[in-house]
């Protein structure tokens, strides 16, 4: 029954920056924490950030000091800032709420990011 509906994919050149965006269709404030995740080719998903409701953050090692995870509560938005981006950052990214520990949305449909050299 929950909706997610991501944004702001595209294609970069190495170095650049983008923006990612989620919506959701319920609070994001009354849960646990919303999540960024990614799956590239020939790769499982893997999660990339995560930030709770107390606004404590957590980052992939691969991304940290790169990315910045944030969110809008009136909006019930989630976001992205990619910098510094890589061509191994190449993937689809998906976000989902973490309800309680353990328990999460489903899938929504991601967002492709693509870089090139």
């Known amino acids: 029954q929950v909706q997610l509906v991501e944004s702001g994919g595209g294609l970069v050149q190495a170095g650049g920056s983008l923006r990612l965006s989620c919506a959701r269709s319920?609070?994001?404030?009354?849960?646990?924490?919303m999540t960024w995740y990614r799956q590239a080719p020939g790769k499982q998903r893997e999660l990339v950030a995560r930030i709770t409701s107390g606004g404590r953050t957590n980052y992939a090692d691969s991304v940290k000091g790169r990315f910045t995870i944030s969110r809008d509560n009136a909006k019930n938005m989630v976001f992205l800032q990619m910098n510094s981006l890589k061509i191994e950052d190449t993937a689809v990214y998906y976000c989902?709420?973490?309800?309680?520990?353990?328990?999460?949305?489903?899938w929504g449909q991601g967002t492709q990011v693509t870089v090139s050299s």
């Open positions: 319920r609070s994001i404030s009354s849960i646990n924490a």
């Open positions: 989902r709420g973490e309800v309680v520990v353990g328990l999460y949305d489903a």
